[in-house]
């Protein structure tokens, strides 16, 4: 079965200063990974996805992602951090056609704070 | 305007009694989905539905039940057999079937039973 691990219950980062929000993940075969946002009592917000191809994705707001299969992680980063971005974080997986069930794995959601 | 609705945005029951929770999409989606969220347990997966008359369990379907009768509609029925059912519970669609699609959430329902 696959799961996903994001280490880092929260992480609190300055305005302006680079974020980096990490994620590893353990699938058979060549998986899909998410990420998702959420802001409070809110449902969950895409921002963005790798499938197949280049291993930096950008996606939404300003966030990217680098998916490195050696490592197994798709950690989420940002180059300049506004205090906005201050929410949680969800990365997640589902492994391709025929690995089981169709709907997403999630890890456990990291806060992301940004201070002023 | 398009989107998933979900209603209500709260709801209370007292134990014993079964609950169902509506989810309406209007994207003209054809997988829908339902998931549980429990603080610093992330989400996980009732129930799947790929077209109308079908859906599959996920992780945790155990005193759930759903229905699919309409391509917009994926209803969720919290049972009295659910032994913890207090949560925020999150509805969901994909416009197609495979994987590498995309799910779209609602605003969620958040359940206490007592």
């Known amino acids: 079965a696959q799961s996903v691990a994001q280490p880092e219950d929260q992480v609190n980062v300055a305005e302006g200063n680079p974020l980096t929000v990490k994620c590893t993940y353990s699938v058979s075969g060549n998986p899909y990974l998410f990420w998702y946002v959420q802001y409070p009592n809110r449902g969950l917000q895409f921002l963005l996805k790798y499938i197949t191809g280049d291993n930096l994705v950008k996606g939404s707001y300003g966030f990217e992602a680098e998916f490195n299969k050696s490592q197994t992680s798709f950690h989420l980063k940002k180059p300049s951090a506004l205090v906005s971005d201050s929410a949680l974080y969800f990365c997640?997986?589902?492994?391709?056609?025929?690995?089981?069930?169709?709907?997403?794995?999630f890890g456990k959601g990291t806060h992301l704070i940004i201070q002023p | 305007d398009g989107g998933i609705t979900q209603s209500p945005k709260y709801l209370f029951r007292k134990e014993g009694q079964n609950v169902t929770l509506s989810c309406e999409q209007n994207?003209?989606?054809?997988?829908m989905y339902w998931y549980r969220q429990d603080p610093g347990q992330g989400l996980r997966l009732i129930y799947y539905?790929?077209?109308?008359?079908?859906?599959q369990k996920g992780d945790i379907a155990e005193g759930y039940s759903v229905s699919r009768e309409k391509k917009e509609s994926f209803p969720l029925t919290v049972t009295s057999a659910q032994k913890n059912p207090t949560a925020f519970y999150l509805c969901a669609s994909s416009i197609a079937v495979g994987r590498s699609y995309e799910q779209y959430f609602g605003p969620g329902t958040r359940l206490t039973v007592t």
């Open positions: 539905s790929q077209i109308v008359n079908d859906f």
């Open positions: 994207l003209n989606h054809d997988a």
């Open positions: 997640a997986v589902i492994p391709p056609e025929g690995g089981g069930a169709d709907g997403l794995t």
